[in-house]
């Protein structure tokens, strides 16, 4: 599935093209068949994205909802259900980074799960989690109630920076300008734009170590074990006298 910036572009494209007029709705694999007919020739009202999933609505009781395996045609209950399920989303005007926050600061799983979870934070991907954690100097191993509140803005500012930046380009791009090595070397336009992500084994960007890489969860993460290590961080708070006493 795409990162919530593609998501987004097609949702501001399909507002540009299509919303306000009749629109032709058709099921060329056959399985939206049925619903297809249903908002066939109707006028689209909006069309929106939140996270990594697409929603054309086409008045009270009838959205048509796109994610990996869904195309479907959804009830405003049904579609609320979904909201309602999903966490802050980095490209929306109404996310809200403090209920993000209430989750990470309580959990024991590394930011590496929980920036993939998609109720924690919506719309962030695998390459966003290797890119941001990078730019933060954060373990992906970190436990997330180990993270400092004045970190937590600063990551949550530099998904919003990142996310941004992608929708605006259509492509993801997260080389601050004195680690580009297309500006800093003079190389062709078709560098690699990025720190960590499928760069398994390069030297880092920043401090030439090679970049590591291991499953996470059936995903491929990405790290340099310099740059990230648990040591080097000061986003890290200081454990209470009960969490030292635990194993």
Excluded at 115 to 143: C, H, K, T, W
Excluded at 159 to 172: A, C, E, N, P, S
């Amino acid at each position: 599935m795409p990162e919530g910036h593609t998501l987004h572009r097609l949702a501001a494209l399909h507002t540009r093209r299509y919303v306000g007029r009749p629109v032709a709705v058709s099921s060329p694999q056959g399985r939206f068949a049925t619903s297809a007919e249903l908002v066939d020739g109707r006028l689209l009202a909006s069309a929106e994205a939140r996270g990594k999933h697409l929603f054309h609505h086409y008045g009270p009781e009838a959205v048509v909802h796109v994610h990996p395996a869904a195309c479907e045609l959804l009830t405003d209950a049904e579609v609320d259900v979904i909201h309602a399920r999903l966490g802050a989303d980095p490209l929306r005007d109404d996310a809200d980074p403090d209920r993000a926050w209430a989750r990470i600061s309580r959990s024991r799983a590394p930011l590496a799960t929980l920036l993939m979870d998609q109720s924690v934070i919506a719309g962030v991907g695998n390459v966003y989690r290797a890119e941001a954690l990078f730019r933060r100097g954060l373990d992906p191993q970190l436990p997330g109630h180990r993270l400092t509140r004045a970190c937590w803005d600063e990551l949550w500012g530099d998904l919003v920076d990142l996310l941004q930046d992608g929708f605006r380009r259509g492509k993801i791009e997260t080389l601050r300008p004195e680690h580009d090595p297309r500006l800093v070397d003079g190389v062709g336009p078709c560098a690699r734009a990025s720190y960590v992500y499928k760069r398994t084994g390069e030297p880092c960007l920043v401090c030439g170590t090679p970049v590591a890489h291991a499953r996470h969860l059936a995903r491929n993460l990405f790290w340099c074990p310099v740059c990230q290590a648990p040591e080097r961080s000061n986003a890290v708070r200081t454990p209470s006298r009960r969490m030292r006493t635990r194993t």
